[in-house]
């Protein structure tokens, strides 16, 4: 099966000669999640961030769809955008628009300038999104403001905005990292469960280690810019976490 995404070689300098990504070679399949784990400032929000251009590379490639995203022009990066979801922190909604409207910004990328300015949207969209309120969990919220709601509920409308776009990857960067952690393990469910109902494969940072083992795939480990463990959660030995993380204290 061919891949999903195809990274190679990607360097990211934010200040010349201080790379933060020293070549990173990637590929990511067409389905399953993969977790990104390591030291914070380890680079992983930078990775995740050169994927949909929100940060430059300094040079590599990054093949998505056949092509590089990397090369795209702005109408090009515009259109490959909207494959591509993205899953945030601290969920990025416009907190005084409804749950709905919240879920039809995912939608803006399709609609023209002006239907968008007048908020209209065409019948189907809004069906879809009624129905990922209800697969999220949010049936009935759909009037409520988003600054109404808790974390986990913002967190759930954030997943189903990036599902409204039709993503062909979902990227999300520390996407619990704000929540407890009961809440934490039911958004990890859902994105699991929602990316797989939708055929959509899923690139998470994270720094729980024991979350990204019960629900990657697949983990990438990283440290100093550089990959340093690859691999399913089961060869996630105390041995490769310390290569990851360092020192030796803070594993019992
Ligand atoms: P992580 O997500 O693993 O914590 P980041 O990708 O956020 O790591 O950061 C990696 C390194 O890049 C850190 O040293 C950070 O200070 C630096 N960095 C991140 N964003 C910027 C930026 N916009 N400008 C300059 N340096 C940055
Ligand atoms: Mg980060």
Redesign the pocket.
Known sequence: MSAALQIKDLRKE??RGVP?LQGISLEIAPRGVTAII??????????IRCINRL?EPTSGSILFEGRDLTRLNARELRLARRQIGMVFQEYNLVERLTVMENLLTGRLGYVSAFNAWLRRYPPADIERAFALLDEVGLGGFARQRADSLSGGQRQRVGIARAIMQEPRLLLA?EPTSSLDPKTSVEIMDLLRDAAARHGIPVLV?MHDVDLARRFADRIIG?SG?QVVFDGPPAQLSDDRLREIYGGEGWLQ
Do not use: A
Not at 38 to 47: E, M, Q, V
């Open positions: 934010y200040r933060v390591g030291p914070s400032g380890t680079g992983k929000s930078t990775l940060v960067d940072n990283m810019g």
